[in-house]
């Protein structure tokens, strides 16, 4: 009973911070570009938590939050990016604008 009492509260912390409208961290970024204080938040909540799913409102800068999550993330070499064709210019450009590695 008590293991699952600290799941449940594990879970609930969890769950809290990915709510977090900001958070600290010197997350890698391009010269003269600044992230978002939310989008600050969902890279430090993504680098914790495997797995994430980045659904925030539309125009908040998912695609930001997932290439600073890339960009955190000090392993990370290959990345596969499945979206609509429609979206395909527009993931090109924000990557090549935001991506700190030099990964094509």
């Known amino acids: 009973m ?7 509260s594990s879970r609930r912390a969890s769950i809290e911070s990915s709510r977090s409208t ?10 003269g570009l ?6 600050r938040a969902g890279i430090a909540y993504a680098t914790r938590h495997k ?3 980045i659904a ?3 125009g908040l800068g ?8 890339i960009n ?3 392993l990370a070499r290959h990345v596969l990016i499945i979206c609509p064709a429609t979206l395909k210019l527009n ?4 990557f090549a604008k935001w991506d700190t590695k030099n990964l094509s």
């Open 2 to 8: 008590e293991r699952f009492a600290g799941e449940e």
């Open 34 to 39: 600044e992230y978002l204080p939310y989008q």
């Open 72 to 74: 955190a993330d000090e």
């Open 22 to 31: 900001d958070a600290v961290g010197n997350f890698p970024k391009p010269d």
């Open 91 to 94: 993931w090109k450009k924000e």
């Open 56 to 58: 925030d409102e539309m």
């Open 62 to 69: 998912k695609t930001i939050q997932a290439i600073g999550t």
């Open 51 to 53: 797995d994430t799913l």
